[in-house]
């Protein structure tokens, strides 16, 4: 019997689709990938950072439901942050994560707990105007070199 | 071949070797004329705070970790990795026996502008004297009085450990030759004076093409790659280009340069880390009008 496509193309076409099928699932699973997520989650910190520094410059009117978000955000992200760093995620994605991570993750864990405090503290009492959202971005802001200064990895 | 050709063969190529070697030691750097030294001013100690923050110096002679305060205390004792060997910043408090509160002007000028030591040794140039080698002397007399000021301390920094050959501080004259310089490291079209005096602040103390600038196999400079970013010096990861060129901030304003430098922040609020958050902590201590001459200066050198 005649079949509508030759057995050869039907093989090739499945064998196409499966590629691109794999493609598309590992770029769907890329952003689930450790590497991936935490880097977004220090984007969103920025995110939040910059809300703040606007209002501390006057660049933007200081407005309390944007501090509050602000803050919650901080406070998340820093809680969830350590998370991301299972063994296997040491490498690739352009993570900037220095080795340092792994070999003492306790300090690690430590100064990303400084910074949920930090924002924590800073929400439950809310600053309340354009000094007070300064003095909040200050004192956030030192832990972020923290961090970065012993953790980070430009590569 | 006959004896005597022979032997003039070997004269003729020691006598060469010998001028040669004579030549470089003639030409390598030696100590500044004691007048340099002895026509400066009484030490206006302002600006000698202002300059010890440009030349970070806190950040290599502090004890190793220190903050706040224990920053003013120079005990020495940070490591500094290297492909050569580990190389430990020494004691540069006031302490008499320790540190360097015996030196006059001129050791101290010659140290920081020569790279050579209380007996005329030379100085590793893990100490960046290739640039504060454009230091001006006021500048230096100006330092050495506020460093006078800070509090003493007796700690005695480790030793360096260092394999043959780098252990052989004679060979240093060698490279001398060959990677020391005093002229500027760009010619620049501007004679604004803001971008001249970032010039000197980025060239001379900030000595930041010590880490910014890459290098070759025997440690110097690749002065063509001016600014251009490299391996880091002290081992991980790499250190960005900072010039016109730099997919990280070539694209920023002067203005938003100069916020980094105060603040830590980028543009887009990331923030600064790795080596560089110890060298902003410095530039916050400096008047806005030196971090935007700083500023001002990579904003107008040679794109690479």
Same mark, same amino acid.
């Given at each position: 019997?005649?079949?509508?496509?030759?057995?050869?193309?039907?093989?090739?076409?499945?064998?196409?689709?499966?590629?691109?099928?794999?493609?598309?699932?590992?770029?769907?699973?890329?952003?689930?990938?450790?590497?991936?997520?935490?880097?977004?989650?220090?984007?969103?910190?920025?995110?939040?950072?910059?809300?703040?520094?606007?209002?501390?410059?006057?660049?933007?009117?200081?407005?309390?439901?944007?501090?509050?978000?602000?803050?919650?955000?901080?406070?998340?992200?820093?809680?969830?942050?350590?998370?991301?760093?299972?063994?296997?995620?040491?490498?690739?994605?352009?993570?900037?994560?220095?080795?340092?991570?792994?070999?003492?993750?306790?300090?690690?864990?430590?100064?990303?707990?400084?910074?949920?405090?930090?924002?924590?503290?800073?929400?439950?009492?809310?600053?309340?105007?354009?000094?007070?959202?300064?003095?909040?971005?200050?004192?956030?802001?030192?832990?972020?070199?923290?961090?970065?200064?012993?953790?980070?990895?430009?590569? | 071949?006959?004896?005597?050709?022979?032997?003039?063969?070997?004269?003729?190529?020691?006598?060469?070797?010998?001028?040669?070697?004579?030549?470089?030691?003639?030409?390598?750097?030696?100590?500044?004329?004691? !007048?340099?030294?002895?026509?400066?001013?009484?030490?206006?100690?302002?600006?000698?705070?202002?300059?010890?923050?440009?030349?970070?110096?806190?950040?290599?002679?502090?004890?190793?970790?220190?903050?706040?305060?224990?920053?003013?205390?120079?005990?020495?004792?940070?490591?500094?990795?290297?492909?050569?060997?580990?190389?430990?910043?020494?004691?540069?408090?006031?302490?008499?026996?320790?540190?360097?509160?015996?030196?006059?002007?001129?050791?101290?000028?010659?140290?920081?502008?020569?790279?050579?030591?209380?007996?005329?040794?030379?100085?590793?140039?893990?100490?960046?004297?290739?640039?504060?080698?454009?230091?001006?002397?006021?500048?230096?007399?100006?330092?050495?009085?506020?460093?006078?000021?800070?509090?003493?301390?007796?700690?005695?920094?480790?030793?360096?450990?260092?394999?043959?050959?780098?252990?052989?501080?004679?060979?240093?004259?060698?490279?001398?030759?060959?990677?020391?310089?005093? !002229?500027?490291?760009?010619?620049?079209?501007?004679?604004?004076?803001?971008?001249?005096?970032?010039?000197?602040?980025?060239?001379?103390?900030?000595?930041?093409?010590?880490?910014?600038?890459?290098?070759?196999?025997?440690?110097?400079?690749? !002065?063509?790659?001016?600014?251009?970013?490299?391996?880091?010096?002290?081992?991980?990861?790499?250190?960005?280009?900072?010039?016109?060129?730099?997919?990280?901030?070539?694209?920023?304003?002067?203005?938003?340069?100069?916020?980094?430098?105060?603040?830590?922040?980028?543009?887009?609020?990331?923030?600064?880390?790795?080596?560089?958050?110890?060298?902003?902590?410095?530039?916050?201590?400096?008047?806005?009008?030196?971090?935007?001459?700083?500023?001002?200066?990579?904003?107008?050198?040679?794109?690479?």
């Amino acid at each position: 019997m005649r079949s509508m496509i030759g057995m050869r193309k039907l093989a090739t076409m499945a064998a196409i689709g499966l590629c691109l099928g794999a493609g598309l699932g590992s770029a769907a699973g890329a952003a689930d990938e450790p590497q991936v997520v935490r880097a977004g989650m220090m984007k969103k910190m920025g995110g939040a950072m910059g809300q703040l520094a606007a209002i501390a410059k006057g660049d933007k009117p200081y407005d309390a439901a944007v501090v509050k978000t602000s803050l919650t955000t901080m406070e998340e992200v820093a809680k969830a942050f350590p998370e991301q760093f299972p063994k296997g995620s040491e490498t690739g994605f352009n993570t900037e994560a220095s080795p340092k991570i792994w070999e003492d993750m306790a300090t690690f864990k430590t100064k990303a707990k400084a910074l949920e405090t930090a924002a924590a503290t800073q929400l439950a009492t809310l600053p309340a105007d354009q000094a007070g959202v300064g003095a909040a971005v200050k004192s956030i802001g030192g832990l972020c070199g923290d961090c970065h200064q012993s953790f980070r990895l430009k590569k | 071949m006959a004896r005597r050709a022979k032997f003039g063969i070997v004269a003729a190529v020691i006598a060469g070797a010998a001028l040669v070697g004579a030549y470089v030691f003639a030409v390598a750097p030696h100590r500044q004329p004691a !007048t340099l030294w002895a026509q400066t001013t009484a030490p206006d100690l302002a600006n000698g705070k202002r300059i010890f923050f440009a030349g970070g110096c806190a950040s290599c002679h502090a004890a190793p970790g220190a903050s706040g305060d224990a920053r003013m205390v120079l005990t020495g004792g940070v490591a500094l990795k290297t492909q050569f060997g580990t190389f430990h910043a020494p004691n540069i408090s006031p302490d008499p026996k320790a540190g360097i509160g015996n030196w006059t002007l001129a050791e101290f000028g010659d140290a920081l502008t020569r790279g050579i030591g209380r007996n005329g040794e030379n100085l590793y140039p893990a100490f960046p004297y290739t640039s504060y080698a454009r230091m001006k002397p006021q500048d230096v007399a100006d330092l050495y009085g506020y460093l006078k000021t800070l509090p003493a301390s007796g700690n005695v920094a480790p030793a360096h450990e260092l394999s043959f050959p780098f252990n052989q501080r004679i060979a240093l004259t060698g490279w001398k030759f060959l990677f020391f310089s005093e !002229t500027p490291r760009v010619t620049l079209a501007s004679a604004d004076p803001q971008v001249q005096r970032g010039q000197y602040l980025v060239e001379g103390p900030g000595h930041c093409g010590e880490c910014h600038t890459p290098r070759n196999a025997l440690g110097g400079l690749k !002065t063509d790659q001016w600014l251009a970013g490299g391996p880091n010096p002290e081992g991980e990861g790499r250190i960005p280009n900072i010039t016109p060129g730099s997919d990280s901030i070539g694209k920023w304003s002067a203005e938003e340069i100069a916020t980094y430098l105060e603040t830590g922040f980028t543009p887009d609020f990331d923030s600064v880390g790795g080596s560089m958050v110890e060298v902003q902590k410095n530039m916050a201590e400096l008047p806005a009008e030196d971090r935007a001459a700083i500023a001002a200066y990579l904003k107008a050198i040679p794109a690479r």
